[in-house]
Nanobody, 127 residues
């Protein structure tokens, strides 16, 4: 069973920074993609960033380019999302997702369909 656990959320003022962590276990995909999504109050979930474990440029949503950075830990079972210059519009529940990625370009373009999800963690940015 794939298990994804997010940590590092919280409340911060606009302009501040947070680091989210996603600890993954229970899957042995040789090629995988890990992504971060967020959901403000409402039904839509927005893809924020994604990274392919085999390298290459990560995917970023236009709304976070230049402010957020996704990276893999040394053990590659942890993925981080560094969020800088946070804005009130960044407020929401942030979810980690993981999926096998036999076609790496799908991960790098942010078009992969994720089926494994964490429980989510709240990020609140106040003005």
């Amino acid at each position: 069973e794939v298990l994804l656990v997010e940590s590092g959320g919280g409340s911060v003022q606009a302009g501040g920074s947070l680091r989210l962590s996603c600890a993954a276990s229970g899957y042995t995909y040789a090629s995988n993609c890990v992504g971060w999504f967020r959901q403000a109050p409402g039904p839509e979930r927005e893809g924020v960033a994604a990274i392919y474990n085999g390298g290459g440029s990560p995917y970023y949503a236009d709304s976070v380019k230049g402010r957020f950075a996704i990276s893999q830990g040394n053990a590659k079972n942890t993925v981080y999302l560094d969020m800088n210059n946070l804005k009130p519009d960044d407020t929401g529940m942030y979810f980690c997702a993981a999926e096998e990625a036999p076609i790496p370009s799908q991960c790098r373009r942010g078009t992969i369909l994720f089926t494994n999800w964490g429980q989510g963690i709240q990020v609140t940015v106040s003005s």
